[in-house]
């Protein structure tokens, strides 16, 4: 599928699985900070939407602004960070090189990579906007 190229409508009919969408309020930032520390794929960047490629996942960045009519709207808190309790792994990015690059680029490093029992090297980084991403490759 060609994200630079299909409709929204015939890209939107074409999902299957599971999607992921996160709420920003800037979602160039995020962008940014998600292709400069975890070498992520940026595609149909604006200010109120972009589409994030890791291998065959794709993440969705909304504004606020785009989300105004939706349910969670008014749930977003007014601080950060926004995403408590929810991790999301980056599989196959090395620890160590995301750490290496996360807080020149607004990341916080929350946990160290290391060696974990169930076979991974694994490390935490909490984004701008307050998510945290966990890249892993095997230990």
Known sequence: ???????????????????????????RGMASFLERVFGLGIHRLSDDFALVRHGAV???L?????????????LLPESPP???GVQLYLFGIDPDTAVSRAEAHGGMVIEPPADKPHGLREATILSPEGYAFSPAVPA
Do not use: K, W
């Not at 890209?11 to 992921?20: A, C, E, Q």
């Not at 909304?62 to 709207?73: E, G």
């Open 1 to 27: 599928m060609d994200l630079e190229t299909i409709g929204a409508a015939d890209f939107g009919r074409s999902l299957t699985g599971l999607g992921l969408n996160l709420l920003c309020r800037d979602v």
């Open 58 to 60: 794709l993440i969705q």
């Open 62 to 74: 909304h504004s606020d602004a785009t989300f105004a009519r939706h349910p969670l709207h008014d």
């Open 82 to 84: 926004r995403g408590a």
